[in-house]
């Protein structure tokens, strides 16, 4: 039988609805980061430079991409005879009419079949939200060391904002005794990432326990309260390095904009720990005659003919003559028309802005439909949305669809409202 | 498609590259800031529906080697067909260095005896262009041809590395020049030829052991009366790299032109190359880019005019670079000035140090790992 000391288990089926129009047509790990990779190149980077060589994806929304992207693992050298990558989606088991994921443990406990098959020693559990870049096997090591059932990774934040994360009460040596989500008043800094290390033996038997009584049995709910209400052995394992939630539309613009310091903190430019990302094709990117390039990173493929000031260009982008763009992020395969001007705005793939737009006009009014998402000033298009000619668009706009001139009265959107235009 | 392939990627064009191709043949030639000069032919190839592909090297073939060291890239890591990369072998009955062209296929015959396909498509590893090889059997079928050559009209260039063909008005070739110091006509073969694999074997077997060598000498050449030779014109963008540094230099600046980047970066199908996963090219503060290609993975701080940038070049601040090709790896340190240079893989220079060239007929070269 096949023996895997380790293997990872992937929870890539979230919406990460805090995302907005981004998350509109891919799941949230689809989603583009740092100009040509997605978020989930991180931690199946991260697998394979660990040497973790199989991992289970589990999808659930809108799938598509995520599929598309991740593929049969080449570019992770993911395709493995012994292992590899498997995507595993909800699926009709015997005689019942199948079921959703309902919690981040009730996915895992729909695919015990797929962990016993690969007879692994210990299960590591990731989700593909985060940006970091960390060793897993050094936090095996730790595990096996402290012969722990669960270890959980944890970073140290600001005391003031640890009631905003799941947080571990430790003993001095880091063995947990508590976990709390969200408390209002925070006996410890230690901040959950969402990365768990269990010895499988014990996992499962927790999983089967707790999924009986449990229909959205959830890791942070249910699973280590339980563990840790046995007397289970939990410890803490410290990370030390950068590890971000992107969230939200904030925190996603936020640390896409650190990788233009000229030193950043989270560095992609360096041979060791390399990310691997899945590309078709990785033509010459191109910069014309009076262009302007600074503050920025831009993509392969991409043709520049105006201005891009402090800003992050996805793969064939093309930016005319005349254009403008500043302090925003424009994805893959986006055409911005001549004389338009883009301040601060996020532009999701396959958008095309006609000439002479001028987007993040005017005063931060909240988007009035989804004042939680919108609220920092930031304009966001999604996928394939196109914006006719000579419009001008205020701040914490969204637009979605092929957008007609009809859709703008005298041409304007004012700050905060929102044109979508369903379609297939 | 009902073809095999075949790619002559030994040469190293009789060193006319000098030091580029001190280490390497001259189909491992970087290009455009991301290809190397075989990825060309072999996504032609794959892009073409042939799924069998023989590269035959012989002359310093290490790099070559690593670049093609996985074929799925080309999507030719199948069961049925696949890459074969054949180097000169020594075995009991002798050391066999390829002696030319004919004889490096005729050295690996078992790869034609052990297909089915009924025709082959033989073209060389150091050229640039993008061509449905397709178009050309279809032709070869309905010319009833014995073998098809391809050929460009390059009235106006030099013509003195080219094979040069007299056809009839039907396309038939009545005669072929090598290198002629007069050439007659303007029609240049591009080393592109469709053969059927049963005439190819025989052929072979015919001259190779008779002391013939060269596919256009001791075959094209003598057999254009027996046999039935058509020419193929190709109307598209050809550039070759092999015919010297000023040729390797021009076709690089090519893919500052639009007409040749679209063709091919923006018009599928792609030319694919062995992904490096590098990050985007970064302008710093200081960066002031312009008619520029970039490779991924780079980083601007300096000046940078006219000139073709592979993946991962670092320009320190205050430094100029014009109208030069800077490939993998190159560092150019504070208050540089390089201008019409070539500078292969990993040179290094350091601050403030001139590297300035006559003119981009005539670019300085660096070798590979110059430190200055």
């Given amino acids: 039988m096949r023996k895997k000391e380790m293997i990872a288990m992937l929870l890539a089926g979230g919406q990460g609805s805090r995302l907005g129009i981004l998350t509109r047509k891919v799941a949230k790990p689809a989603v583009t980061y740092g100009g040509r990779f997605r978020i989930i190149d991180f931690p199946l980077s991260n697998c394979i430079n660990s040497g973790v060589d199989t991992v289970g994806v589990l999808t659930q929304y809108q799938p598509l991409r995520l599929n598309q992207h991740i593929g049969i693992g080449i570019p992770w050298d993911l395709d493995k005879k012994n292992g590899g990558v498997t995507i595993?989606?909800?699926?009709?088991?015997?005689?019942?009419?199948?079921?959703?994921?309902?919690?981040?443990?009730?996915?895992?406990?729909?695919?015990?079949?797929?962990?016993?098959?690969?007879?692994?020693?210990?299960?590591?559990?990731?989700?593909?939200?985060?940006?970091?870049?960390?060793?897993?096997?050094?936090?095996?090591?730790?595990?096996?060391?402290?012969?722990?059932?669960?270890?959980?990774?944890?970073?140290?934040?600001?005391?003031?904002?640890?009631?905003?994360?799941?947080?571990?009460?430790?003993?001095?040596?880091?063995?947990?005794?508590?976990?709390?989500?969200?408390?209002?008043?925070?006996?410890?800094?230690?901040?959950?990432?969402?990365?768990?290390?269990?010895?499988?033996?014990?996992?499962?038997?927790?999983?089967?326990?707790?999924?009986?009584?449990?229909?959205?049995?959830?890791?942070?709910?249910?699973?280590?309260?339980?563990?840790?209400?046995?007397?289970?052995?939990?410890?803490?394992?410290?990370?030390?390095?950068?590890?971000?939630?992107?969230?939200?539309?904030?925190?996603?613009?936020?640390?896409?904009?650190?990788?233009?310091?000229?030193?950043?903190?989270?560095?992609?430019?360096?041979?060791?720990?390399?990310?691997?990302?899945?590309?078709?094709?990785?033509?010459?990117?191109?910069?014309?005659?009076?262009?302007?390039?600074?503050?920025?990173?831009?993509?392969?493929?991409?043709?520049?003919?105006?201005?891009?000031?402090?800003?992050?260009?996805?793969?064939?982008?093309?930016?005319?003559?005349?254009?403008?763009?500043?302090?925003?992020?424009?994805?893959?395969?986006?055409?911005?028309?001549?004389?338009?001007?883009?301040?601060?705005?996020?532009?999701?793939?396959?958008?095309?802005?006609?000439?002479?737009?001028?987007?993040?006009?005017?005063?931060?009014?909240?988007?009035?439909?989804?004042?939680?998402?919108?609220?920092?000033?930031?304009?966001?298009?999604?996928?394939?949305?196109?914006?006719?000619?000579?419009?001008?668009?205020?701040?914490?706009?969204?637009?979605?669809?092929?957008?007609?001139?009809?859709?703008?009265?005298?041409?304007?959107?004012?700050?905060?409202?929102?044109?979508?235009?369903?379609?297939? | 498609m009902k073809a095999i392939g075949i790619i002559l990627a030994g040469g190293n064009n009789d060193g006319r590259l000098g030091a580029l191709t001190e280490q390497r043949a001259s189909a491992a030639l970087p290009i455009g800031s991301c290809y190397r000069a075989i990825d060309f032919t072999l996504s032609n190839m794959s892009n073409s529906g042939i799924g069998k592909v023989a590269v035959l090297t012989q002359y310093n073939s290490r790099s070559l080697r690593d670049h093609l060291t996985s074929s799925k890239w080309w999507d030719f890591g199948r069961k049925q067909g696949g890459l074969f990369v054949f180097t000169p072998f020594t075995s009991s009955t002798g050391n066999d260095w390829f002696r030319g062209t004919a004889d490096s296929i005729y050295q690996n015959m078992t790869y034609l005896m052990r297909s089915n396909e009924e025709y082959v498509v033989i073209a060389s590893g150091d050229s640039v262009y993008k061509m449905d090889y397709r178009d050309a059997v279809n032709y070869h079928i309905e010319k009833g041809a014995d073998i098809t050559v391809v050929y460009q009209n390059m009235e106006g260039r030099d013509l003195s590395y080219f094979g040069i063909m007299q056809l009839d008005e039907e396309k038939r070739l009545l005669g072929f020049e090598e290198k002629p110091e007069q050439a007659q006509t303007s029609s240049a073969s591009l080393g592109i030829y469709i053969i059927s694999r049963k005439l190819l074997i025989e052929l072979l077997q015919e001259v190779v052991p008779q002391g013939g060598y060269g596919l256009v000498k001791d075959i094209i050449i003598p057999f254009r009366s027996r046999l039935k030779i058509y020419g193929y014109e190709f109307k598209g963008y050809w550039s070759s790299i092999g015919t010297g540094v000023s040729d390797y230099f021009a076709t690089n600046m090519d893919f500052l032109k639009k007409e040749v980047r679209d063709i091919f970066v923006r018009q599928y199908p792609f030319i694919e190359t062995k992904p490096k996963d590098e990050p985007p090219a970064k302008y710093n503060a200081g960066a002031e880019v312009s008619d520029t290609v970039v490779g991924s993975g780079t980083i601007f701080n300096g000046k940078v005019e006219h000139s073709v940038i592979f993946r991962k070049v670092y320009t320190a601040e205050d430094s100029v670079v014009r109208n030069s090709i800077l490939m993998e790896g190159v560092k150019i340190g504070k208050g540089c000035v390089i201008e019409n240079a070539i500078l292969d893989k990993d040179v290094v220079i350091s601050d403030g140090q001139p590297v300035i060239g006559k003119s981009a007929q005539e670019p300085i070269v660096l070798k590979k790992g110059t430190k200055l």
């Avoid at chain 1, 430019?269 to 078709?280: G, L, M, Q, R, V």
């Fill in chain 1, 88 to 424: 595993l989606a909800p699926h009709v088991k015997g005689g019942d009419s199948g079921e959703w994921f309902m919690g981040t443990a009730n996915a895992i406990y729909q695919n015990i079949d797929f962990i016993d098959s690969n007879n692994p020693e210990y299960v590591l559990i990731l989700s593909g939200d985060h940006i970091y870049k960390m060793d897993y096997s050094q936090m095996l090591r730790f595990h096996k060391e402290k012969g722990a059932a669960a270890t959980i990774a944890v970073l140290e934040v600001p005391m003031e904002e640890a009631s905003r994360f799941g947080i571990m009460n430790t003993e001095e040596d880091d063995k947990i005794y508590e976990f709390e989500e969200k408390p209002a008043n925070p006996k410890s800094n230690l901040a959950s990432m969402g990365i768990y290390i269990f010895t499988w033996s014990r996992l499962r038997e927790a999983l089967v326990e707790d999924n009986a009584i449990h229909a959205d049995s959830d890791f942070g709910k249910h699973i280590i309260p339980k563990m840790l209400e046995e007397g289970q052995t939990l410890y803490a394992y410290r990370f030390r390095g950068y590890w971000k939630d992107v969230g939200t539309i904030e925190s996603y613009w936020e640390s896409n904009m650190e990788l233009i310091k000229a030193l950043p903190e989270f560095n992609l430019y360096e041979d060791f720990w390399k990310i691997y990302t899945n590309s078709d094709h990785q033509p010459p990117q191109y910069t014309a005659p009076g262009a302007k390039v600074k503050e920025s990173l831009v993509s392969d493929g991409s043709e520049i003919y105006g201005e891009v000031n402090h800003s992050i260009l996805g793969p064939e982008v093309v930016v005319k003559a005349g254009a403008v763009i500043k302090d925003s992020i424009i994805m893959g395969g986006t055409v911005i028309g001549e004389g338009a001007v883009i301040d601060r705005c996020i532009i999701d793939e396959d958008c095309i802005v006609g000439k002479n737009v001028q987007m993040g006009v005017g005063e931060n009014v909240p988007n009035e439909a989804k004042p939680n998402i919108y609220n920092t000033g930031i304009t966001v298009l999604g996928t394939h949305t196109s914006v006719p000619d000579d419009i001008v668009i205020g701040k914490n706009c969204v637009l979605y669809g092929a957008t007609k001139a009809e859709d703008f009265a005298e041409g304007r959107l004012e700050s905060g409202k929102s044109v979508i235009r369903e379609g297939i």
